[in-house]
């Protein structure tokens, strides 16, 4: 998982505070894109990116927001905690192109209490 | 939206050839099919992709059908560490940006 940086890896909250996941990558990619995943289940896509700028929703973008001021960063964003988003979160990144590897973080465990 | 289908769970003997399908009976022309795993609960792990041609690198092979409506994920001797989820995935271009679309993976469990 070279190249992605998440941090914190792991936090807890109380319902209703806000935090940011920060999400770094040093390849120069132009996408970004947010995941969670729940206790046995698939990643779920949040938001992603195409480049700096640009953001869109995925499949469950409810309670998160995201910018994309830089190309390097992706920040997520929980604006008002909830324990439904008790999950672990994956960055991943990627050059455009069907064809190019996307590369994962190793994930920030979320706790909301 | 194209996705995939993968058998919940399979078993392997240790240093047998380990083989994982997955239906994607809904790939359009260009969207490839990449296989990634998850040991315990770390980062995905890139194995291998590939479009219409069968794949080979140092961790695996990938033999896509003709139709390209299914693939198979080769792990040629199997070791305790290829204990994973293993997961199958169509890099589809869906309203112009391009999306990962998971399925919920095959667990495999490589035996002694």
């Known amino acids: 998982n070279a190249g992605v940086t998440q941090t914190p890896k792991f936090q807890v909250l109380k319902t209703g505070q806000s935090m940011t996941l920060q999400c770094a990558q040093d390849?120069?990619?132009?996408?970004m894109s947010w995941y969670r995943q729940d206790p046995g289940m698939g990643l779920r896509l949040i938001h992603y990116?195409?480049?700096?700028?640009?953001?869109d929703q995925g499949e469950v973008p409810n309670g998160y927001n995201v910018s994309r001021s830089t190309t390097e960063d992706f920040p997520l964003r929980l604006l008002s905690a909830a324990p439904s988003q008790t999950s672990v979160y994956f960055c991943?990144?990627?050059?455009?192109?069907?064809?190019?590897?996307?590369?994962f973080g190793e994930g920030s465990w979320l706790t909301v209490v | 939206d194209a996705k995939t289908t993968q058998p919940t769970s399979m078993d392997c003997a240790e240093g047998r050839a380990a083989n994982l399908p997955c239906n994607h009976s809904?790939?359009?022309?260009?969207?490839?099919v990449y296989w990634y795993r998850q040991i315990h609960s770390q980062g995905p792990q890139y194995i291998i992709h590939?479009?219409?041609n069968n794949e080979t690198n140092e961790m695996a092979s990938l033999i896509i059908t003709e139709d390209r409506k299914s693939s198979t994920l080769i792990l040629p001797h199997a070791t305790l560490r290829d204990t994973a989820v293993y997961y199958c995935?169509?890099?589809?271009?869906?309203?112009?940006?391009?999306?990962?679309?998971f399925g919920q993976g095959t667990r495999l469990t490589i035996n002694p």
């Open positions: 991943a990144s990627s050059y455009s192109g069907l064809g190019n590897t996307i590369y």
């Open positions: 590939g479009l219409k």
């Open positions: 809904t790939i359009s022309g260009n969207e490839y």
């Open positions: 390849m120069n990619h132009e996408y």
């Open positions: 995935i169509v890099r589809a271009l869906i309203q112009g940006a391009q999306k990962l679309v």
């Open positions: 990116s195409v480049g700096a700028g640009i953001t």
